[in-house]
C-alpha cells in the first residue's frame, strides 16, 4: 500500500554504493515529476534489461505493477541460480585448462631446449614430430610476447566487431549451429520465452502484448526475429501454435502439441509455465552431464598433449644410440 513514489525513495536512500544511489535517486525525482517508472528505467540500460522495462510498462498499464515488480525479482533469483549452478560446474574444467596450458608452457620452455642441445651436438637428423615440437618451442621462446600481445589486439578487435549488430547476428547464427552449444541455447531461450509469456498471461496482459514483451527475453536475435514472424501471424488471426510452427528450431512438435491443447483448453498460462519448469529441469541435467564429460576429456587432452612431447622427445634416442654405435 506504499504510494510508488515514497517506495522508491526508500530505495534510493538504502542503496549500498554511491552510484546505486544516484542512480535510484534519478528515477525517484523523475518519477514525481510525471515520468512513468519504465521510461525512468529506460534512462539506465545497463542496470535494467529491456524485457524488464517492457514488462514493467505493461504492468503499469495494466495496474498490476506490484505483480510485474515480484515476477521481476523471482526471473532475477532464478537467472542468479542457474549461473551459479554453471560456474560452479565449470570449476573443475577451467583448473584443468589451466594446470594443461601451464605444464605445456614448462615443457616447452624448459624442459624441450635442453633436449634440443644434446640433439645438435650429435647433428642426428630428428624425426617430423620432434621438430614440430622443437619448432614451437623455439617459436614460443623467441616470439612468445609478441604472440600474446597479437593474439590480444586480435581478441580485442574480433570482440568490437562482434559488438556491432551485423558481427552479433554472426556470432549468435554461429553459436546455434554448433553441436552440443546450439540445442542448449535454443532450448534455454524457449524455456525463458514460455515462462515470461506465461507470467504475463497470468498477470491479465493481452497475448499480443505479453508475446511482444516476451520476445525480447530471448537474448539471441536470430531466435528473436524468427519468433517475430510468428507474432505477425498470431496479428492476423492465427492460432499460437500454428504461428510458430515455422521456429522449429526454437519450439520442438511436442512443445506445439501442448501449447496447441492449452488454447484449447483455456489453460494456456499455466501450460506455458509447465512447460518452462519442465525445461530448465532438463537443461539442469544436460548441463551437468556436458560438465561430466568435461572433466575426463580435459584429462585425455592433457595426457595426450603431455604423451606426445613425451614421444617426440624420446624417438631421437634411438636414433642418437645408432650414431653413437
Keep these: 500500500g506504499i504510494p510508488l513514489s515514497r517506495s ?12 546505486a544511489t544516484e542512480k535510484w535517486k534519478a528515477i525517484h525525482d523523475r518519477v514525481i515529476d510525471g515520468t512513468t517508472l519504465a521510461d525512468s528505467m529506460a534512462m539506465f540500460p545497463d542496470i535494467f534489461p529491456r524485457v ?31 549461473r ?24 616447452l620452455v624448459f624442459f624441450i631446449p635442453r633436449f634440443q642441445a644434446m640433439f645438435k651436438s650429435f647433428g642426428a637428423e630428428l624425426p617430423l614430430i620432434t621438430q614440430a615440437i622443437v619448432g614451437t618451442s623455439a617459436l614460443i621462446r623467441n616470439w612468445g610476447p609478441f604472440v600474446v600481445v597479437l593474439v590480444a589486439l586480435m581478441a580485442y578487435f574480433v570482440r568490437q566487431w562482434f559488438s556491432t549488430d551485423r558481427g552479433m547476428r554472426i556470432r549468435e547464427s554461429i553459436l546455434l549451429r554448433l553441436p552440443m552449444i546450439g540445442p542448449l541455447l535454443a532450448r534455454f531461450a524457449m524455456a525463458r520465452f514460455c515462462r515470461m509469456l506465461g ?21 539471441n536475435r536470430i531466435l528473436s526475429d524468427a519468433v517475430s514472424d510468428g507474432i505477425e501471424r498470431v496479428k492476423k488471426g492465427d492460432r499460437l501454435s500454428g504461428s510458430f510452427s515455422s521456429c522449429s ?33 532438463e537443461l539442469e541435467r544436460q548441463l551437468r552431464t556436458a560438465v561430466a564429460l568435461t572433466e575426463p576429456l580435459m584429462l585425455f587432452l592433457i595426457a595426450g598433449f603431455i604423451g606426445t612431447i613425451f614421444i617426440g622427445m624420446v624417438i631421437p634416442i634411438f636414433t642418437i644410440q645408432d650414431y653413437i654405435k
Design 199 to 219: 507470467t504475463l498471461l497470468a498477470s491479465g496482459v493481452p497475448l499480443i502484448q505479453g508475446l511482444n514483451v516476451a520476445r525480447k527475453s530471448i537474448p
Design 249 to 281: 528450431q526454437l519450439f520442438s512438435n511436442a512443445v506445439l502439441e501442448m501449447i496447441s491443447v492449452a488454447e484449447e483448453t483455456g489453460r494456456l498460462d499455466k501450460e506455458l509455465i509447465r512447460i518452462a519448469e519442465t525445461t530448465e529441469q
Design 52 to 82: 524488464y522495462i517492457a514488462m514493467v510498462q505493461a504492468g503499469e498499464t495494466g495496474g498490476f505493477l506490484d505483480l510485474v515488480l515480484s515476477q521481476i525479482a523471482e526471473f532475477q533469483s532464478r537467472e542468479r541460480d542457474l
Design 84 to 107: 551459479s549452478k554453471v560456474m560452479s560446474a565449470l570449476i573443475y574444467p577451467s583448473v584443468l585448462l589451466v594446470l594443461a596450458i601451464s605444464v605445456l608452457i614448462f615443457l
Design 8 to 19: 522508491l525513495g526508500l530505495l534510493h536512500r538504502e542503496a549500498g554504493n554511491p552510484t
